[in-house]
Each structure stands twice: as structure tokens, then as C-alpha cells.
């Protein structure tokens, strides 16, 4: 079946663009996660949805960061003003129910900005 | 609570040999310990999982053992093949809707 689809892979902006990252998680999972990924880390939580509801969203570092997923299966992650410290690979995950199962994540978006 | 810590940050085997990598966390609520597989541009893989009432679970050649006293666990790979080289981390899952990840564990097998 397929997995975890996030486009695009590759983002490259200039400092202060908007950019915008898809998510298209497995299908009939209840829950979706947002993590950061930087150079030789593992990835960092960012945000967590139960269907629609945003339920966490102690992990996004600034109010640049924007996250939504409006019918309960796409998610959207938006970054304002993009300055050079967000530059990483950006990593959905989805799981069948909560935190506490399987997550499965998707390839990622890498995120350069110059 | 939040950390995890992984050893040894590298780790090379022969092919055929055995891989252990070990992580301990000090918060006594986690209850749920994934291994994920990453390679390199792509995304992390789960490849074995254990929850907090199970001291050890094996899937073919991975395994997975915990030690809730000690707070560590650990992953087993057994009769390595250079597809298993890769990074691997470790997490748990305690009562603050995430996964928290170790640093990762490059893991390389010699052919």
C-alpha cells in the first residue's frame, strides 16, 4: 500500500520567501506529526494532529511556523519569512492512533534557504 | 525527560557479525521504544518496536531488549549484511504526545 507522500523533496527559497510543504499521509490514519530534521540528528517534534485538531504545537520554534490539516488528511506546514536557521529536512509522520504507535514517516522535504 | 541517549555514535562491523547499539532515557513514563532505519535521503524506516510490559521482542535477524529498571534499551542485529548499513536511532514515546529521538548510530558493515 502506499506510505507517507510529502512534496516537494527538494525547496530551495530565499531568505524571507514563504514556502509551503504537503504531507499526504497513509490513508485512515488518525494522526499526523511534524518533525524537523537537521544535519546528523534525529528528528525533533514540531506538531501533532488527531484528525483535524492541532493538539500540540509546542514544538514549532517561532510563529513563522504554521501548520493545518483542514479535512482531517492532507497537512500543510508553512514557514513565513524563511531565514537561514530553517534550513533542514522537514519529515511527516502518521500513525493509525496517537503518539504511542507506529509512526510511519515519508521521505521528507529538504529545505534550503539561501 | 526528553533525552535519549544513544552509544556508540559509531559503530562498524565484518558481515556476518553482530551489531548492538544501546540508548537510556531517565523518564520512568515512557512506555513505548521504536528503532527506526535511516539511509541516506530518505526517511526513517521502523524496523522493530517495544512497549513497557514486554522485556524483549525478535523479528528475524533485529531484536529488541529492554530493561525498565536499568532504563536502557537495545537493538540486536545478528548475522549483518551490508544492506543493514545505515543510521539507526532509537526513541520513546512517554505522556507529551511525541517521539523523542537519540542522536542516531552510524552502523557500518564491511563486506
Known amino acids: 500500500g502506499a506510505g507517507v507522500s510529502q512534496s516537494p523533496r527538494y525547496k530551495v527559497a530565499k531568505r524571507g520567501q514563504d514556502v509551503a510543504l504537503r504531507c499526504d499521509p497513509i490513508?485512515?490514519?488518525?494522526?499526523l506529526f511534524w518533525y524537523q530534521q537537521a544535519l546528523g540528528q534525529g528528528p525533533e517534534f514540531l506538531t501533532y494532529f488527531q484528525n483535524e485538531a492541532q493538539l500540540d504545537k509546542s514544538g514549532l520554534p517561532s510563529d513563522r511556523f504554521f501548520a493545518e490539516r483542514p479535512e482531517g488528511s492532507v497537512s500543510t506546514l508553512k514557514i513565513q519569512r524563511t531565514q537561514q536557521e530553517d534550513s533542514a529536512v522537514y519529515l511527516c509522520a502518521s500513525s493509525l492512533a496517537g503518539f504511542n504507535q507506529p509512526q510511519h514517516f515519508g521521505d521528507g522535504t529538504r529545505l534550503s534557504i539561501l | 525527560g526528553e533525552n535519549v541517549e544513544q552509544h556508540p555514535s559509531t559503530l562498524s562491523v565484518q558481515e556476518g557479525d553482530s551489531a548492538v547499539i544501546k540508548c537510556t532515557y531517565s523518564?520512568?513514563?515512557?512506555?513505548?521504544f521504536p528503532w527506526y532505519k535511516q539511509e541516506l535521503g530518505k526517511g526513517p524506516q521502523l524496523i522493530i518496536d517495544?512497549?513497557?510490559?514486554?522485556g524483549e521482542k525478535k523479528d528475524q535477524r533485529i531484536a529488541v531488549t529492554l530493561n525498565k529498571t536499568a532504563k536502557h534499551f537495545s537493538l540486536h542485529i545478528t548475522e549483518t549484511q551490508p544492506e543493514d548499513s545505515a543510521v539507526y536511532f532509537c526513541?520513546?514515546?512517554?505522556?507529551?504526545?511525541?517521539?523523542?529521538f537519540g542522536k542516531g548510530n552510524q552502523v557500518v558493515v564491511i563486506p
Open positions: 490513508s485512515g490514519h488518525v494522526s
Open positions: 523518564d520512568s513514563a515512557s512506555n513505548y
Open positions: 517495544i512497549r513497557s510490559n514486554v
Open positions: 526513541a520513546k514515546a512517554s505522556g507529551n504526545n511525541r517521539l523523542a
